[in-house]
C-alpha cells in the first residue's frame, strides 16, 4: 500500500491543477529553477557552518569547551559524559550523531547515558545551522534574543531529559 503513496499524490496534484485551471508543468519548472536558485545562494553558508564545526572540532576547542562546561552540566544535573554531545548538537547534526553512536557503544543501550542522550537528539536542533539558513532567506540581519534564548532553551531541554531519564 505505501508504494502507492507517492503516485497517488502526483495524481492528485494533476487532478487537482486541472480543476483550479493552472499549468502544472508550468508550475514545477518555475518552483524548480527557484530551488535552484536558493540551493546557489545557501551553498556558502552552509560551507562555512561545515568548515567552522571541523575547525572548532580539528583545533581542540571543542574538547577544552567541553572540560570546562562538564562541571556545569553536572551541576544541573547532567552527566558529564554528555559534555561534548550537548556543545556540538546546537551546530552539527552529523557530528552530534557520531558523537552518540560513541556513546551507544561505549555505555550500551539500556544505560542511563544512552537514554538521556537520545531524548536530548530527540529534543534539540541545530540551532546555528537553522538558524542560519533561515535568516539569510528572510532577509533579518538583527536575531536579537533568537540565538540566545534558543541556545538557554536547548539547554535546559538537556537538563529535563536527564531529570526525566532518571526514572525511566
Not at 499549468?23 to 518555475?30: E, I, N, Q, W
Not at 556513546?103 to 550500551?108: A, D, L, Q
Request: net charge neutral; charged share 10%.
Amino acid at each position: 500500500m505505501s508504494v502507492y503513496i507517492i503516485p497517488f499524490f502526483i495524481l492528485f496534484v494533476f487532478i487537482f491543477a486541472f480543476f483550479k485551471k493552472v499549468d502544472a508543468y508550468k508550475s514545477f519548472s518555475s518552483g524548480a529553477a527557484d530551488a535552484l536558485k536558493l540551493i546557489l545562494d545557501i551553498l556558502p553558508l552552509l560551507a562555512t557552518i561545515f568548515i567552522a564545526i571541523q575547525i572548532f572540532t580539528a583545533s581542540g576547542l571543542l574538547d577544552i569547551f567541553s572540560v570546562m562546561l562538564s562541571p556545569i552540566f553536572e551541576f544541573f544535573g547532567i552527566p558529564r559524559e554528555l559534555s561534548t554531545f550537548i556543545i556540538i548538537k546546537p551546530f552539527s547534526g552529523n557530528g552530534s550523531l557520531v558523537l552518540f553512536n560513541e556513546i551507544v557503544e561505549t555505555f550500551g543501550a539500556d544505560s542511563y547515558i544512552t537514554k538521556t542522550a537520545s531524548v536530548i537528539a530527540g529534543s534539540s536542533e541545530t540551532i546555528f545551522y537553522t538558524s542560519a539558513l533561515y535568516f539569510s532567506k528572510t532577509k533579518i540581519k538583527n536575531l536579537g534574543f533568537a540565538l540566545p534564548i534558543a541556545v538557554l532553551t536547548t539547554f535546559f531541554a538537556s537538563v529535563l531529559a536527564a531529570f526525566v531519564c532518571r526514572f525511566i
